[in-house]
């Protein structure tokens, strides 16, 4: 396929998703060569059509009328790129899972997630984002959701929990998901399987 071609249809790719979706080179190897995708992602960075968020990894940036800049790509959104990548497994731990289920307002210092691949962190500008090698049953064949949960649940700690998160995270989930994460959850740590099925349980009408 003509390099051009090559270009067109990637920056018509990154049309199509969603704003500040990240993809790799390996989002595109349906369309060309490794290296003559790299190359069209180089070229089409320089020009200005879209931006690189680091080595391999690139998004459109969605421009916020509010502060009258573009937006800095989302520390989640680079981590999901980067287990896609890679292969990994993954779901947010610590203070990124309290911080995503709304359970806390701070923002993380270090984006952290298990995952099943190797320990290894990554430095985008200020932003540091970890992964962290986990037992496979703590997150194999889990929905992120569920696992996401769990791993919310054990940054609080057993004897830490309060009525008022079990109801934030109760009210995080729909029905579908409540039997879903009943189901994954039996493998967890009894006390915390425990706090899930207290989550999920129905409400008397």
Not at 4 to 32: H, M, N, P, W
Not at 78 to 100: E, S, V
Not at 167 to 187: H, M, P, R, T, V
């Amino acid at each position: 396929m003509p390099r051009d071609s090559v270009i067109t249809l990637i920056l018509e790719r990154f049309r199509q998703k969603r704003d500040g979706e990240i993809l790799s080179a390996y989002d595109f190897l349906d369309l060309g060569e490794y290296h003559a995708v790299r190359k069209a992602l180089l070229r089409l960075a320089k020009a200005g059509k879209i931006q690189r968020v680091m080595r391999g990894l690139y998004y459109c940036p969605r421009y916020c009328k509010l502060i009258d800049e573009y937006e800095a790509p989302s520390p989640d959104n680079i981590a999901k790129t980067l287990a896609r990548k890679y292969g990994w497994t993954i779901a947010p731990c610590g203070a990124t899972a309290l911080n995503q289920l709304g359970l806390s307002a701070q923002v993380p210092a270090k984006w952290s997630y298990i995952s099943d691949g190797p320990y290894r962190t990554f430095k985008v500008g200020s932003v540091t984002i970890e992964f962290r090698h986990t037992n496979n049953r703590e997150i194999s064949k889990i929905s992120r959701k569920t696992a996401t949960i769990i791993q919310a649940l054990k940054a609080i700690g057993k004897d830490n929990i309060a009525e008022k998160q079990l109801n934030i995270l109760k009210c995080q989930l729909s029905d579908n998901e409540k039997a879903i994460a009943i189901q994954e959850a039996q493998q967890a740590t009894v006390w915390v399987y425990s706090l899930i099925k207290q989550i999920c349980a129905k409400t008397e009408a």
